[in-house]
């Protein structure tokens, strides 16, 4: 996924997403889910209508103050909200809005996610809550638990990543004062394999129980339970309603993973011996119960992919599309950490800026998809010849940028020399004649922390300068890296 342009991310993402300017509330871009959801078209979208008036009338003062904060510094939030679209239809959204600063303007990206479903489904559990506390007293104790199951699903789906989502549903399962689920385990689809990733376990095995063999790598395509099961729930697109696959070996209830139109893993569940006597004895528990767990299982399935998708955005918006390197408002922002960094506890800091000479001549020739492929190949040889703590970007066009922090003029000395010999060493792929590859020549300048530098800005003006003067000669084929000399610390 990380491959794919940002326009497919944003034009087919299932949750509508917009950009706006903050000034004036006007849209400056939607993709085909928010057309959707709206009911206008996008034509109408970007000339006449405004972001509020897809508010209801008695909602916008709630949206003023929301304004007021991102334009008090707010950057990014979440929140529920309701929007109305062209058919006065009130719809509920959960709404991820991040403000970015483009040239002079403020904008607002956001994607709104219909939440009427989900509302539904809190509303399901809260009826099934319901009903089960009218059950009889001999599970008093387990129907207290299950109604703090809707206050459980708003809280995991707030997990900020995957990792701490799965970890908390599964210590959520197990605690004594919540489910107590005797051991909870989860599998998480990665291309044909399920792979284990999580396990939580409320009591220590009894010694004459063996502990269950799975293993940490299983292939959807094998004969084996877990590979069974998962195949089970793919066989209809309903995910939602198929009936529970139960490991009777293992006394294990397998439950999928679902997402918006599959199965994204397994979850593998065994219940308290004593709960489940109690469920037992009341056939109607049972089923309520079981209604809820489901409900939480789906809830989580929809949580870890829209994290996916979260992380695949914001990967996207600090990475270059064509080259993977960083892209330019990555370096600026990152130069400038580093560069207060550097001067806050008087480290060193240096800059490399990288043009390629003859590129313009080739890509005019050869064509744009021909430069595409040499610039991928000097971005990887850049990365393959950095340190974990630099930075590679994208900076402009046929220019590279290499934040090296902790580094002296000597060590970006040797690493702009070394990085010089590698490109002239290196035959780039010709994509018309692969027997005749291309040859290139960079010119590097180089740029310091030092007293004349008060800026993040005058590191990059002075590595400027230096590159430029290369520019400045006649005999291009003669040309190479113009750097200063060496110097040692006193």
């Not at 970007?393 to 934040?403: H, K, N, P, Q």
């Not at 010119?443 to 520019?471: N, Q």
Request: hydrophobic content about 40%.
């Amino acid at each position: 996924m990380k491959e794919l342009p940002y326009h497919i991310i944003f034009e087919d993402s299932i949750d509508p997403q917009y950009i706006v300017n903050l000034k004036n509330l006007r849209f400056l871009a939607v993709n085909q889910a928010f057309v959707r959801i709206s009911g206008y078209s996008k034509k109408v979208l970007l000339s006449r209508l405004k972001y509020n008036d897809l508010i209801p009338p008695e909602d916008l003062p709630l949206l003023k103050k929301i304004i007021q904060r991102r334009k008090a510094g707010l950057i990014s939030e979440r929140y529920q909200f309701r929007i109305k679209n062209r058919f006065n239809k009130i719809i509920p959204v959960e709404i991820s809005a991040h403000v970015v600063k483009f040239d002079t303007y403020v904008l607002v990206i956001g994607s709104w996610r219909n939440i009427a479903e989900r509302l539904k489904w809190e509303k399901t559990i809260r009826e099934k809550v319901t009903e089960l506390a009218q059950a009889n007293n001999r599970i008093l104790l387990l129907t207290e638990k299950i109604k703090g199951v809707p206050k459980l699903t708003s809280s995991l789906l707030k997990m900020p990543t995957e990792e701490h989502l799965i970890k908390n549903i599964c210590d959520t399962l197990c605690e004594r004062e919540k489910l107590n689920y005797e051991s909870a385990i989860i599998y998480l689809l990665k291309e044909n394999n399920l792979l284990y990733c999580y396990s939580k376990q409320s009591l220590p095995q009894k010694r004459n129980r063996p502990k269950p063999n799975f293993p940490r790598k299983m292939n959807i395509s094998r004969n084996h339970i877990l590979s069974r099961a998962f195949r089970y729930f793919m066989s209809t697109s309903n995910i939602f309603n198929k009936k529970l696959f139960w490991d009777n070996k293992n006394e294990y209830i397998i439950l999928p993973l679902a997402g918006r139109e599959k199965a994204i893993g397994l979850i593998l569940l065994k219940t308290n011996h004593i709960e489940k006597e109690l469920m037992e004895s009341n056939p109607a528990a049972k089923k309520g119960y079981y209604d809820v767990l489901r409900t939480l299982i789906n809830s989580v399935g929809l949580a870890i992919e829209n994290i996916r998708l979260t992380e695949i955005l914001k990967i996207q918006s600090i990475r270059d599309g064509l080259t993977d390197v960083y892209n330019r408002r990555y370096f600026e922002n990152t130069l400038n950490e580093e560069f207060g960094r550097a001067v806050r506890y008087h480290r060193r800091l240096s800059l490399l800026l990288i043009d390629l000479d003859n590129f313009k001549a080739i890509n005019d020739s050869y064509g744009h998809r021909q430069g595409d492929i040499i610039l991928q190949e000097v971005a990887q040889l850049l990365q393959r010849n950095s340190r974990k703590i630099d930075s590679v970007c994208r900076y402009g066009g046929d220019e590279f940028a290499v934040i090296l922090p902790e580094t002296t003029l000597e060590g970006a000395y040797l690493k702009a020399n070394n990085i010089s010999q590698q490109i002239q060493q290196r035959h780039f792929t010709n994509l018309i004649n692969h027997k005749k590859s291309f040859k290139l020549k960079v010119s590097v300048g180089i740029s310091v922390l030092s007293d004349a530098i008060k800026t993040a800005d005058d590191m990059v003006v002075a590595a400027d300068k230096l590159l430029f003067k290369d520019k400045d000669k006649k005999d291009y084929a003669l040309r190479r890296t113009n750097l200063p000399p060496p110097i040692r610390s006193r």
